[in-house]
């Protein structure tokens, strides 16, 4: 069975300053998609980023990227320039390369941006 | 094209009663996948379900809880008889057919209180 682990129960960062978060995970499979989610108060789950395993070029969506290290099974988000609406839980997710298949979610880290 | 829907967004029962949770998939998605978040943790996969199948039920509790995704209609997450550990936000969400399945889409969730 797959696993998540998110190490960091909470984290803080200054507005316009970097931050990031770890998630590491265990498999056997070899091909699989990576997810960051973001959770604000308001509780809708909103996807930040996606990774596919077989690529090796890190994803990059506007001020969020991570650092894909495969062989290490680690997955990190890096938010550049935060802002005061990063403000949230973040859950890093793994699922199989299986068309229609559930995600595996870590605990989550609460991301609290400072003004 | 409007997102996953849930209703209702809470909902009280009552010890021993029947709870039932409503998600319509986005238009065009065939797979509908049920989580339950208990309070301060992650999202636990419960359900995978395609039109009139239950692909998934892994994460299901054996005793008590049923879905459903009929032909016509929303799917229907069912808990009999609740009781207070009942007590989670439940979330839907639902991905297209074919190569673009791994793309989940979430509604806004279902907190069910247990008194």
Known sequence: AQTVTQSQPEMSVQEAETVTLSCTYDTSESNYYLFWYKQPPSRQMILVIRQEAYKQQNATENRFSVNFQKAAKSFSLKISDSQLGDTAMYFCAFMKHVQGNKLVFGAGTILRVKS | NAGVMQNPRHLVRRR??????????????????????????????????????????????????????????????????????????????????????????????TRLTVT
Do not use: T
């Open chain 2, 16 to 109: 021993g009663q029947e709870a039932r949770l409503r998600c319509s998939p986005m238009k065009g998605h065939s797979h509908v996948y049920w989580y339950r978040q208990l309070p301060e943790e992650g999202l636990k996969f419960m359900v995978y379900l395609q039109k009139e199948n239950i692909i998934d039920e892994s994460g299901m509790p054996k005793e008590r809880f049923s879905a459903e995704f009929p032909k016509e209609g929303p799917s229907i997450l069912r808990i009999q008889q609740v009781v207070r550990g009942d007590s989670a936000a439940y979330f839907c969400a639902s991905s297209p057919p074919g190569a673009e399945s791994y793309e989940q889409y979430f509604g806004p969730g």
